[in-house]
C-alpha cells in the first residue's frame, strides 16, 4: 500500500470513530455507571433512541451506535422495555423478526440510528442472531441455540418522544415503564 493510500484510509477511520466517540460519547450516547452487563463487549453507554417513546402496544424497534452498543426497544400490553440487542451466544448483533417465520428480519441500522417500528411477535421468534441462528422470544428468552442465555433486560426511561436505555444496568425480565 502506498503511503498516501494509508494516510487517506487512516484518517477516514479516525473520522468514523470520532464521529461515535467524540465529546460525552457521541451524538446518541453518553457514559454509564452501572456494574455493565459482564457478557460480549457490551459498552457501559446510556443510548438515546429517538421516537422509541411513541411505539404502541405490540410494537418493537432495534437501535444502535456500534457492534457493543445496540438496544431494542419494545411496548407490550404492561409497558415499555428494553434489551441489549447482543447476542449472548457469538456477541453479534440481532435482527428483529417481521413475521412467524423470520423470512425477512429487519437488520441493525448502524451509525445511531433506529429500525422503522415492527410488530412484536408475542409468539415465536421475536429476534434472531444472523451470525449462527439463535432466536430469542418477545421477552428475550432462548427459544433456539446455540446460544444459551437470554438477551439481558436493561434499565430504560422515557424523555419526550426519546427512550433512554442503560446498558450498564440490568433489570428483572419484568420490569415495565408505563
Not at 493510500?5 to 451524538?27: E, I, Q, R
Not at 448483533?93 to 423470512?103: A, E, K, L, P
Request: hydrophobic share 40%; net charge neutral; with cysteine.
Amino acid at each position: 500500500m502506498r503511503r498516501r493510500d494509508f494516510l487517506l484510509a487512516t484518517g477516514a477511520l479516525l473520522a468514523c470513530d470520532n464521529k461515535l466517540t467524540s465529546g460525552s460519547g457521541g451524538p446518541c450516547t453518553t457514559p454509564a455507571s452501572g456494574a455493565g452487563l459482564g457478557y460480549c463487549l457490551v459498552d457501559k453507554k446510556e443510548l438515546r433512541v429517538p421516537g422509541a417513546a411513541q411505539l404502541k402496544a405490540g410494537e418493537v424497534v432495534l437501535f444502535n451506535v456500534d457492534d457493543n452498543s445496540a438496544a431494542i426497544v419494545a411496548r407490550d400490553a404492561h409497558g415499555f422495555y428494553a434489551m441489549s440487542a447482543i447476542c449472548s451466544h457469538a456477541c453479534c448483533i440481532v435482527s428483529v423478526c417481521g413475521d412467524g417465520t423470520c423470512s425477512a428480519p429487519t437488520i441493525n441500522p448502524g451509525d445511531c440510528a433506529v429500525t422503522p417500528a415492527k410488530n412484536l411477535l408475542a409468539n415465536g421468534a421475536a429476534f434472531v442472531c444472523p451470525c449462527h441462528g439463535a432466536s430469542y422470544g418477545a421477552s428475550g428468552n432462548v427459544l433456539g441455540g446455540p446460544a444459551t442465555r437470554a438477551l439481558p433486560t436493561v434499565a430504560m426511561r422515557l424523555d419526550g418522544a426519546d427512550v433512554l436505555v442503560d446498558l450498564s444496568q440490568s433489570v428483572s425480565v419484568d420490569a415495565r415503564t408505563s
